[in-house]
């Protein structure tokens, strides 16, 4: 139980650096270089899962036998695609049926991403 607590407290600490950074380029995007919200988030998705997956890899899930680091990351490719995927139809769906701003629907959609996405590097693509 506190190998799991000790998990989720470092894998939130690695979302919170891994919202900040995305957010970051996601909001710059969107609303300063005014890119399209659905490639705005794919960008921002690209660049936050390959600094997620490296610190999930090396701090969070911490292998405990030796495996190199490109063994996993297929795995937790294929849960990142599967993410962003339902994240963006889910983001699309309801900026277009409500108009409501891409940006205060992404920030609502965070916490489902989240548990989306500890659960899957939990159970399937760093075990």
Do not use: H
């Given at each position: 139980?506190?190998?799991?607590?000790v998990?989720?407290t470092?894998f939130?600490l690695?979302?919170g650096?891994?919202?900040v950074l995305?957010?970051?380029?996601?909001?710059?995007m969107?609303?300063?270089?005014?890119?399209?919200?659905?490639?705005?988030?794919?960008t921002?998705?690209?660049v936050?899962?390959v600094?997620?997956?490296?610190?999930?890899f090396?701090?969070?899930?911490n292998?405990?036998?030796k495996?190199?680091?490109?063994?996993?990351?297929?795995?937790?490719?294929?849960?990142s695609?599967l993410?962003v995927?339902?994240n963006?139809w889910?983001?699309?769906?309801?900026?277009?049926?409500?108009?409501?701003?891409?940006?205060?629907v992404?920030m609502?959609l965070?916490p489902f991403?989240v548990?989306?996405?500890?659960?899957?590097?939990?159970l399937?693509?760093?075990?």
């Amino acid at each position: 139980m506190r190998k799991l607590r000790v998990e989720a407290t470092r894998f939130t600490l690695v979302g919170g650096a891994n919202f900040v950074l995305t957010f970051f380029i996601f909001t710059s995007m969107l609303k300063l270089l005014k890119v399209n919200y659905l490639l705005s988030l794919l960008t921002a998705w690209g660049v936050g899962m390959v600094f997620s997956y490296t610190l999930n890899f090396m701090w969070v899930f911490n292998p405990e036998q030796k495996i190199q680091f490109r063994a996993r990351f297929f795995k937790f490719l294929l849960a990142s695609v599967l993410s962003v995927l339902l994240n963006m139809w889910v983001l699309g769906y309801i900026v277009e049926t409500t108009s409501t701003d891409p940006f205060f629907v992404q920030m609502a959609l965070i916490p489902f991403i989240v548990a989306f996405n500890f659960t899957t590097a939990k159970l399937w693509s760093m075990r």
